[in-house]
């Protein structure tokens, strides 16, 4: 099966590897030409996220072969942003193409999904009580995140609905979903608690992409400023030594006079 034979309005997941850590992005095919589909952009803040612009990402493309109804792979896809008029207008487009067939994929192929930390402020509700419980997230992910709160959850933990709004690349994002609750356990006088999210937003799966990103430029740059440091502490070093050194061979030269 060759990528351009994924039909139009076929869906599709976009994985992108980041670091070794992998996780997925829906999205569907609105074009398909020769060697290569068009699929809508993924944005932030209105514009569209060019993916040229970071290094060391890895793409790869998940469908289901419509012929044999497996589940398939290209791996190491390109991924390139253009504009492209369709319907009497233009608009811009993630173009991808890729020379090799796809390959049979396996639940192996997928690694487990990063949490990304945050502190953003929330609560929850139940359709079988109407009170709103404050919580404070703990971490997120594509599929799930968890939370904390003061007080044990005494409802349906198959009826959960959360709220929360947080920042990510500038953004503000405000969002109301259902969630389940896998576990739960009580740490340092609060009640954490595990949940799945049956069926995530495409504006959920950005916010989590962009605070991976920003979670990977914080590390990056907290590296970077350890390095300084620790160039700056070499520097200083060898400047005391230095002197050190002069000083000591002052005080010989005296010493012989």
């Not at 945050?118 to 079988?128: E, R």
């Amino acid at each position: 099966m060759l990528i351009s034979d994924i039909p139009v309005g076929g869906p599709i997941s976009i994985e992108i590897s980041i670091d070794n850590v992998s996780y997925e992005m829906p999205s569907s095919v609105v074009a398909s030409k020769n060697g290569y589909i068009l699929i809508a952009p993924f944005t932030s803040k209105g514009a569209v996220i060019d993916f040229s612009s970071y290094k060391d990402i890895l793409f790869n493309l998940y469908t289901i072969d419509p012929a044999t109804k497996n589940r398939v792979v290209w791996k190491n896809i390109n991924i390139e942003t253009i504009t492209y008029k369709s319907t009497g207008f233009a608009s811009a487009y993630y173009k991808i193409s890729t020379n090799v067939f796809a390959s049979i994929a396996s639940e192996c192929d997928r690694r487990f999904n990063q949490r990304i930390s945050t502190g953003a402020s929330g609560h929850i509700s139940s359709d079988t009580t109407e009170a709103d419980i404050p919580v404070t997230l703990i971490d997120v992910s594509d599929k799930g995140l968890s939370f904390s709160t003061s007080n044990e959850l005494l409802y349906n933990y198959n009826n959960t609905y959360i709220t929360f709004s947080d920042q990510a690349n500038g953004k503000q994002f405000n969002f109301h979903f259902k969630c389940f609750i896998i576990r739960s356990q009580l740490y340092d006088e609060r009640y954490i608690y595990g949940c799945i999210i049956p069926t995530p937003s495409r504006e959920y799966l950005t916010y989590v992409f962009l605070k991976k990103i920003e979670s990977r430029i914080s590390s990056a740059k907290e590296q970077s400023e350890q390095t300084a440091l620790k160039d700056a502490a070499d520097v200083a070093s060898q400047s005391i030594e230095s002197t050190s050194s002069g000083y000591h061979s002052h005080i010989s030269e005296k010493n012989k006079r």
